[in-house]
Nanobody
Framework: QLQAFGGGLVQAGGSLRLSCVAS?????????MGWFRQAPGKAREFVAT????????AYADSVKGRFTISRDNAKNTVYLQMNSLKPEDTAVYYC?????????????????WGQGTLVTVSS
């Protein structure tokens, strides 16, 4: 399974680093990893994705330039560094394992999902 952690309460303009660890049964070996988020009353939306080798990434326009996705395959972990946070970034953040080496922006490209970690940005 995937376990995401690192969320919390932060003031606007602050930073947080989310981590997502895959268990040996749900290893991310060979697969892309992604981060999605879901705000109250809204649909789950794409945030960022990274391919297996880590040399290809993609971001939602709303976070581009502020968030950075990375991975450490030796640790079976993917990270989301979030800087210059805004109140509109408040959401539950989910990590997910892609179905292939590159999974894209759609939730249909992902199979296993973590339990989510709450990020709250105060104004």
């Amino acid at each position: 399974q995937l376990q995401a952690f690192g969320g919390g309460l932060v003031q606007a303009g602050g930073s947080l680093r989310l981590s997502c660890v895959a268990s040996p049964r749900r290893t991310s070996a060979g697969n892309a990893m992604g981060w999605f988020r879901q705000a109250p009353g809204k649909a789950r939306e794409f945030v960022a994705t990274i391919n297996w080798s880590g040399d290809t990434t993609a971001y939602a326009d709303s976070v581009k330039g502020r968030f950075t996705i990375s991975r450490d395959n030796a640790k079976n972990t993917v990270y989301l560094q979030m800087n210059s946070l805004k109140p509109e970034d408040t959401a539950v953040y989910y990590c997910a394992r892609g179905l292939s080496a590159y999974a894209g922006r759609s939730t249909s490209g992902y199979r296993y999902w973590g339990q989510g970690t709450l990020v709250t940005v105060s104004s």
